[in-house]
């Protein structure tokens, strides 16, 4: 359908039904959104088109995102089993989870560039060639002490992928979705990324069953000697069970199997169809051009608003989602088996990815109140987990009921916070491109993990500490969110606010 104005060549309107699509033309053009006709200026002589592909995308993106968590978090819900097939102790525990971020430091910079140069589909694709690669690696032997080398290797290999699922989703959003569904999509992305770790703990000890001699008071008498971190088994008590053993292993290469020829089907999946960026743009801001590489790391360094927010991201999700890796470990001394360890994981996890799509969806409604949204959550969630510690040092008397209960609120409310702090740093830092400024913040929220999880391996140093400082990543988070100036430069320019001052200020921050 075409709508001409009275006067020729000054507004030609036309909609195209079949791709759920508003096209503009004109001088001064307006369009109108077919699914919720809100009016969306464009720029003069622009071109803009919102296409129904974009769901497959985001949905193939999903399900790439939340492969890569999956894989990350295949060891810390069968930590027991672990310990009685491959003599595996805490030390060895706590790096398997901490090669994501090792590795993710190592190749954020170069997904990066990657993103911002050759665009999205390439860094989707080298990604999950990477995850595959270290899906099959870990595939190789289950005997010790080979073992040990071709799952770190495996570790190794996933967390290179890291960068893309976790730092990604805003530029796909930015390039598919229109202003009123970015953050939902961005939100969506997110939750399937977490999604991928609630996966793990149901996978997991579903497919590893623990066996009765593992528990927590048979754990207390059995002896491992080992001759270091990447070491051979010299010995296995001689009261454990040889079938067990083989069990147990046999158990962990067929889930290994599965999860190798799933990362191989979505690789191929993603080279079949996984376009960069549609032929029209979404929306104004995503047809401006953004900063070069250089100059938007350099700008990007100089901005004092997203180090607010991504030092208060960083600290908080990054300390919560490493503990939430070695769930089994910290649980144990109180009494919870691997298997409800996996539960309260997984319940957890669901809960914060409910949150996530439900906060996103509310900024999109509610735009430009992101902060108060995140002081919410991060209230309830020192709440929350100010609870957990009071019930684990005994303050409290302790129930399983009440362990669950703390842990999934306070999840919930941290785990809904990572795709508003992805927008309102890219709102903030606009016009560098997203995938400068949200690789740098989940860089932050790695090495906030690594600092965590290294501290986790020294000998003897136990577990309690690691719960108050889970606490006190989320206390000291709130005065910085109290005093945060949220700007919405991106989403300015979309509603009709001159851009070319706020890039120019931008350039000169």
């Keep these: 359908m075409d709508i001409s104005s009275t006067k020729s060549g000054e507004r030609n309107l036309s909609f195209d039904d079949s791709d759920d699509v508003v096209r503009t033309k004109e001088k001064t053009s307006v369009s109108f959104h077919t699914e919720t006709d809100k009016i969306v200026k464009s720029e003069p002589g622009g071109e803009s088109k919102v296409y129904k592909r974009r769901w497959y995308v985001l949905g193939l993106f999903c399900v790439l995102t939340c492969t890569e968590t999956t894989v990350w978090n295949t060891w810390g819900p069968i930590a027991a089993s672990c310990e009685k097939a491959f003599g595996w102790d805490v030390s060895i525990m706590a790096l ?24 999205i589909r390439w860094a989707c694709l080298i990604a999950a060639g990477l995850i595959a690669i270290g899906s099959g ?11 040990t080398w071709t799952v770190n290797i495996g570790q190794f290999f996933n967390g290179l992928g890291g960068p893309v699922a976790m730092g990604i989703a805003p530029v796909l959003s930015v390039a598919w979705f229109p202003p009123h569904q970015r953050t939902t999509a961005t939100a969506t992305a997110t939750a399937f990324n977490y999604l991928g770790v609630a996966v793990a703990y149901l996978v997991g000890p579903y ?26 088994i010299t010995s296995i008590d001689d009261n454990d069970d040889v079938n067990e053993v083989h069990r147990i292993r046999n158990d962990i290469m067929r889930m290994l199997y599965i999860e190798c020829g799933w990362c191989v089907l979505i690789f191929l999946m993603v080279i079949l169809y996984f376009p960069a960026k549609p032929k029209l743009p979404p929306s104004i801001s995503a047809s401006v051009d953004r900063l070069d590489f250089k100059s938007g ?5 100089r901005n004092k608003m997203f180090w607010m927010v991504g030092l208060t991201y960083g600290v908080s999700t990054g300390v919560l989602g490493m503990w939430e890796g ?9 009494g ?41 959550l991060y209230i309830v969630a020192t709440a929350s987990f100010l609870w957990l510690n009071l019930i684990l040092n005994g303050v409290i008397e302790s129930s399983l009921f009440q362990i669950y209960a703390s842990i999934v609120i306070g999840t919930l409310c941290v785990n ?4 508003l702090f992805f927008e309102m740093a890219c709102e903030n830092s606009y016009p560098v491109a997203e995938g400068i400024t949200n690789f740098a913040l989940t860089l932050l929220f790695n090495i906030a993990g690594l600092i965590f999880l290294a501290i986790q391996m020294v000998p003897n140093i136990g577990t309690t500490w690691e719960n108050w400082v889970l606490l006190g990543s989320i206390v000291v988070s709130l005065p910085v969110l109290l005093v945060m100036k949220d700007n919405y430069n991106r989403l300015n320019m979309d509603e009709g606010t001159d851009g070319q001052s706020v890039k120019n200020k931008t350039n000169n921050s």
């Design 336 to 376: 919870v088996t691997q298997r409800e360890a996996g539960w309260i994981g997984f319940y957890s996890i669901i809960a914060g990815n409910i949150g996530a799509i439900v906060f996103g969806k509310f900024a999109d409604v509610f735009s430009k109140h992101m902060k108060m949204f995140l002081i919410g």
């Design 326 to 334: 070695v769930l089994d470990v910290n649980l144990k001394p109180h």
């Design 207 to 232: 497919m590893v069953p623990e066996s009765p001699e593992v528990s927590p008071s048979h754990n207390q008498t059995q002896r491992y000697n080992t001759t270091g971190i990447m070491g051979n």
């Design 96 to 119: 398997l989870p901490n090669w994501l971020p090792i590795s993710f430091v190592l190749s954020s910079f170069v997904f990066s560039w990657i993103v911002d140069v050759k665009g």
């Design 416 to 419: 809904a916070s990572p795709p």
């Design 137 to 147: 690696v870990r595939c190789i032997t289950s005997e010790p002490p080979y073992v």
């Design 297 to 301: 790391f350099r700008a990007l360094v």
